[in-house]
């Protein structure tokens, strides 16, 4: 765009005066031509807007329209409201916070309190001023054979891959994550220079794909996990079983797709299509998994091993427990994705109508943890469309050590939801791999942006954390958050996620709703015991 501008330009100018030589009134043409051409060569090298520079002088209607009014911009420029991945306000308030404008709003709250789904914060009349609270806190993950435990900020990145984001896009999210001090998960298409060039805390994850430690048939690769596991930006190391946005789909990239860059930085061959199947070929029963964990975490001398999953049959999840509780190998960390996580490009039915909504896998996937004694040597990471101070709080009160965000974290680097993730024209340069495209996002300028929007989000959640009277994070619990579930009917989420005992699922009697989930389930195997099983009964 910016050479085509500037030829158009240069070609426009040398035509009036080309012209004018032989008849002067063409001059006046100036008066239109100059201001654009000065507007437009202006919008190229500025670095504050990406839309400007790959779109000098017409993007600047987008502008003009926010400036007109804000509704007015949303209606001509972006899907309706309730569609959106984030609503209107949500939006608005990353946008702020990205930039470091004030994010107080004038005339009261914005939402319908009577509408079912609002929920609240219940306050403390000894609220504590966030001034004295830690600004910055942090969570230690590591359990008993973790030999390397990493100091994690409570808000990270979540997993975006090189690929489906452009370079750009990856060196000034790792950029921002080195100058806030939180950490970046690198998606599952491998471990690329773009990650570790900046500096910044590295979560590597791994997908079914094991791009960056793959055989050329697809299997694992021991050795060239080790070689780049032990590299000092690698903190984490986090094995995908599901995503939310597409959980129990795999993935292809066609060979035409495979560039060298991409073939080296995966292991993959050229011209060849390359699969991510939907299940990994590493291990096939929960025992194995857990030995696949404990070598993972050998190989890495010792740091942080966890995996990652939206909960589909909960019997699976339970039956990784009971792997984990027999061996007496436990993954590090665990982190849970909403069946509404988001990616580039799903089949429709299945970011629609597969896998469990945040709010209840994260609820399950706690009280299984604390009902198998495991919840203190395990950390729990939530995601799905987490991008506020009180979606933190939320999914903290469910038991929640930290949280990820990718739609947030791609909104402050200047996404602005035009829905064009899987088309390679983002117009923002941040989901492309079009060169001409990506020249709009400034790394200098969107590093400091998502820098920006972790420390003023973190510090959003740290008010919320006084206002309700508690000092940290892990203060919270399930009956201070509140929603309405009706006109006329609120509960907490104490009361619709009741907690079991601490240890509740290690010996029989076990709970009731959980007597027939343990019944038929084992440590040696995903599927359940058909057994015993009645297939009258409610399937677990």
Request: with cysteine; proline share 6%; net charge neutral.
């Amino acid at each position: 765009m910016k050479n085509k501008f500037l030829l158009c330009s240069a070609v426009l100018v040398i035509a009036i005066l080309a012209i004018s030589w032989f008849w002067q009134p063409v001059l006046w043409f100036f008066v239109p031509v100059l201001p654009i051409v000065v507007i437009g060569t202006y919008d190229l090298y500025q670095t504050h807007h990406s839309i400007l520079r790959n779109y000098p002088v017409i993007g600047n209607m987008r502008f003009i329209l926010e400036k007109i009014r804000p509704e007015l911009y949303q209606y001509f420029v972006e899907s309706d409201t309730d569609g959106a991945p984030f609503n209107r306000i949500d939006r608005s308030l990353i946008y702020r916070r990205a930039k470091k404008i004030d994010d107080t709003t004038p005339f009261g709250t914005q939402l319908n309190v009577y509408a079912p789904g609002y929920e609240w914060l219940s306050h403390s009349i000894n609220a504590i001023d966030h001034r004295l609270l830690d600004q910055d806190p942090r969570v230690a993950v590591g359990g008993p054979d973790c030999k390397q435990p990493y100091s994690a900020s409570v808000f990270n990145i979540s997993a975006m891959s090189f690929g489906a984001l452009s370079e750009n896009a990856i060196l000034a999210l790792n950029e921002g994550a080195r100058i806030g001090k939180f950490a970046h998960n690198t998606g599952e298409g491998g471990l690329s220079e773009y990650h570790l060039r900046p500096g910044g805390d590295i979560i590597w994850q791994i997908g079914t794909g094991y791009f960056s430690c793959r055989n050329h048939d697809g299997t694992f690769n021991y050795d060239a996990y080790a070689e780049r596991a032990v590299l000092p930006q690698v903190k984490m190391i986090e094995i995908k079983l599901s995503q939310g946005a597409k959980p129990g789909h795999g993935g292809i990239l066609p060979a035409a797709k495979v560039t060298p860059e991409i073939a080296r930085i995966r292991l993959v061959a050229m011209g060849e299509d390359v699969v991510s199947p939907p299940g990994h070929s590493a291990f096939s029963t929960p025992m194995e998994m857990v030995a696949f964990i404990k070598k993972l975490r050998e190989l890495s001398g010792g740091k942080p091993v966890g995996f990652k999953l939206c909960i589909g049959h909960k019997s699976e999840f339970v039956a990784i427990c009971k792997a984990m509780v027999k061996t007496g190998i436990y993954a590090d960390f665990i982190t849970v994705d909403g069946g509404e996580g988001g990616t580039g490009a799903a089949p429709l039915e299945f970011s629609d109508s597969v896998g469990m909504p945040l709010r209840d896998a994260l609820a399950f996937v706690c009280d299984i943890l604390i009902g198998f004694g495991l919840k203190k040597d395990i950390k729990v990471i939530a995601s799905g469309k987490v991008a506020t101070g009180f979606d933190l709080i939320k999914n903290f009160a469910l038991g929640a050590d930290m949280c990820n965000s990718a739609r947030g974290m791609m909104m402050a680097l200047g996404c602005i939801q035009a829905l064009e993730c899987n088309t390679n024209t983002c117009p923002t340069g941040v989901a492309t791999q079009d060169h001409d495209l990506m020249r709009g996002l400034v790394i200098k300028d969107k590093k400091i942006r998502v820098a920006n929007f972790h420390n003023e989000t973190v510090g959003s959640a740290v008010q919320l954390i006084g206002a309700a009277g508690i000092k940290h994070p892990e203060g919270l619990h399930r009956g201070h958050i509140h929603r309405r579930i009706s006109p006329n009917l609120i509960d907490t989420y104490m009361n619709s996620y009741p907690y079991i005992p601490y240890g509740s699922l290690l010996t029989a009697p076990y709970p009731a709703h959980f007597q027939h989930i343990m019944e038929l389930t084992s440590p040696d195997s995903f599927a359940l015991d058909h057994e015993h099983f009645n297939w009258r009964s409610t399937a677990v």
